[in-house]
């Protein structure tokens, strides 16, 4: 039949040209979610460890294919612990000191037996740390061939090297546009960015002759969104990836990304897979869920009984080049250009897809031209009752409105039913409602009102208002009347529009559909993590029980309000309503620091996370809240645990320096105490000139002036103070670094030649804090020379602007350098070669280094002695050309 | 006071070469002062003095090389080590060398004039009381 009931029966029927949408992402994570909580005793423990923050789209597909991969084959009860070390934001010695406590407490008595490594940071973290996870097998992958070297025959290390593919996007880029004389390299400048910056620009340096490359590095998001807009023709963008841009904002790749296409008007060219789709061209030969599958396959061999070392270091394979039909549609691209094992993704959509709003309207106009056909018909129909045979109910109006699927009914301006259709009676006759023509609509509504039926005021106020042309129409859903939840229908009231009113009114099963979303919903209500569903208008529709716990409000509060109820400037500021329809069409965007009201007033910062997702029938928006309060407050703790360490480190400096300091300050007393002393003698005596008498005494005056200022210097050097950050001229700060540690020097029989650089940008930094690195790195220069013979040892201090809108520091010594093995360590805390030294210079110099977005490396000169060279970012805003 | 005594002080403070010869005069001592070795050296002067008051830690050449040198020069008078350094290797270094003194800066003026005396006077070294 045709009735409802045939669909609503297959009630799970799912559109089969839909595309995977988050509600599979969803269950999929629930299911996983559960499997964790629900075991008991697992046979096998994985650990997965990796760089990137939590739902970061690469990581969820590598996870979800390690998981399906592993299940393929006979190996059970596998348990997984994902864990997210965030170092491609920012990376130093006290956050790793850090995940390894956690690790340590966490993996103390429940061993993994295969850790999982998604990059060379945490694989190198793994290593080093090997201890915390016991014996566990380790399986890297995200590597390239340099992070790995020697590990090949390393006991119980298995992995999967994967290239980048950056130079075949370039050769992709010019077999698909011949014509291309540009290209930008758009990449961020976090530690993961820049771990691989020199490995991209000597990969890259080949398209030099063929190509303009200009080098877009760390350009703030706002800055690049401009460019990008604005390129000449003949142009292609390479995108590598922003986890973190110059002025410190971070950013999850992919969506950086999306935000950037949208706003280019060049093709972006991109090595991952799933950035085809969120505004690459192509050719995303990179996968992670090849990587991913294959690292599972890797696993299981593992629980299987392979020894680890026996699977080797395999060059992973990388899929076939995928592009994006709507980006190559857009930038005019013909197939044939293409390789021939290329993958087109995105094709156009049908008619149906593409147009759907206009069929419906179509059908809608249908429909209605037949309802007034129907109407004159029903009028005849009247007036020749009598007469009439059987014969005159087989009009137009019966054809059309019997062979429709929804329920139809015309009504009169008191509600009294005049025609109904088909399906309609039927619905009526298997439920025994009297709803036949001749009844009264209105007041069956009023006495299901009577008999506290779900929904029925709802309806009343909708039918009420269309008859009485206060709204030409209303649309509501219900659940059916008396069958509990079970399903669910789509009411339309329009008004007929004829000076006698009455209207029509159109009821359809959505069961199917409502059903989907509802498995969304109680996905989403079971999320451990607030999380909200908006409509495309921005009203909540569903917020899960943890945004009622974190906000303070119960759900019926909040829905139908903006989400600006709870989150007041998100509209306003971030995302003005019609401009976040226009995002919701192509993704999502993380805000970081909203301050979020709760129910009480009180206010919290947050993390906003908003996505997009396009369900069968509509688009929805998901909106995850991540209370950041607490993160916030342990980043207030790193900073004063990072203040400490430095004003130790100082300390430690001064102590160190203490011979000098007593030096500075006994030559003024021994001028003052002289002066004084002869001054006293002559007045005994009597024999004096006043002149004699002045220029002591003004003597005096200038040594205890002296005096004080060494006193002063030593007090802004120790003073405990928060870092006070400031645009600085990094040659002022090594000038008075100079004077500072003058004395020491010549104690160390060291001497120091500046090269100063002119034409030094400024940086921007706390003066003590980088003062604190030039006197470190110049007296270990000095102490690195205590051997060598004393008119050799001459220390060379240097400043200059660096590549690419940098600073640079360089400080080499005449000593014999750094043997390899310290050359591995020589950051660390602790680790001295000096037979006095705390081993804490250095690790604090690097730790002040970083957190003024530098970089500190250490090298062998070609000539002998060390070179320990700082990279500051320059003052201004940076826009490299 | 006998005509042409006369006492060097080698120093690279100029607050100290300044104050000290007051001192030094108020005691009735004439003084020349150097702010390096290499100074007094190339004054050709270091025959005639009658005491060295030396600063250990001079730019480039140390207070003990200067001592070397003066000794090899023929320069035989009395030497006086004056350090705002204090450290037992300096003063092992120096009672080798042969000083009459080491006095650590900043040391009292009375001190100063006793050992300049004394070691003007060929007293035995002072090394009770100041090495």
Known sequence: MYAPYGQASEGYVSNPSRRPTLLTAVIAVVIAWSSISASAGPAHLVVILTSDPHSSPGNEIFEKAVRASVAKTAVKDVEYEVEHLDLVYTDSPSIRENFKAMFLAKYKDREPDVVITVGATVLKFALQERAIFGNAAIVFCHVQQSDVAGLDSQKGVAGFVSPWFWPEQLDEALRLLPTTRRAVVILGNGPFERAYEPQLRAELARFAKKLDIEWWVGVPMHNLEDRISNLPPHTVALYIGIYRDSEGETFMPTLALASLARRANVPIFGSLNHWVGEGVIGDGRSSSEEIGDEVGTAVARIFTGARPESLGIVKARGVAPTFDARQLAHFNIPRNRLPADAVVLFEEPGLWDTHRGTVIAGLTIMLLQALLIAAFLQQRLARRRAESSERDSLSLYSFVADSIIERLATLAPDGTIISVNRAWSEFAKTHERYLEPGENYVQIVKAAIERGQRDAARTLEAVEAVLSGRDNSRRLEYFSPGDGDRWRYEMHIVSLQKPDGGAVITVQDITDRWRSEERVRVAIESIPFATLLLDVAGRIELANAEVQRLFGYRQEELLGHSLTHIIPTFSSEAHPAPEMNIDLITGGHVKEDVKGVRRDGSEIQLQVNLRTISLTARTIVLVSVLDVSERRRLDAEVQRLREETAHFGRVATAGEMSAAIAHELNQPLTGIMMNCQAAQRLLERGAFSTEDIVEMFSDIVADTRRAGEVIQRLRLMLRKQPAEIRALDLNDSVKQVVRLVHHDLAIKGAALDLELSEDLPPVTGDRVHLQQVIVNLVLNAADAMIGVPAEQRRMVLRTGPGFNRTVELEVRDAGPGISPEAMRHIFEPFFTTKPNGMGMGLSIVRSIVESHSGRITCANAASGGAVFRVTLPAAERMVAA | ?131
């Not at chain 2, 080698?10 to 300044?18: A, E, G, I, Y």
């Not at chain 2, 050449?61 to 200067?66: E, K, N, Q, T």
């Not at chain 2, 003194?101 to 007293?123: E, I, N, Q, T, W």
């Open chain 2, 1 to 131: 006071m006998s005509t042409g005594t006369w006492i060097a002080l080698v120093d690279d403070d100029l607050s100290v070469r300044r104050a000290l010869p007051r001192l030094l005069k108020s005691g009735g001592y004439e003084t020349r002062t150097f702010a390096s070795a290499q100074e007094l050296l190339e004054s050709g002067l270091a025959g005639s003095a009658s005491c060295f008051l030396l600063d250990i830690h001079l730019e480039r050449a140390s207070g003990f090389d200067l001592l070397e040198r003066l000794r090899t020069s023929g320069a035989t008078a009395p030497v006086i080590f004056i350090t705002a350094f204090d450290d037992d290797a300096s003063r092992d270094r120096a009672r080798a060398l042969g000083a009459f003194a080491f006095l650590r800066k900043p040391f009292d003026g009375g001190s100063l004039l006793d050992v300049v005396a004394g070691a003007l006077r060929g007293d035995p070294h002072d090394t009770e009381r100041h090495l």
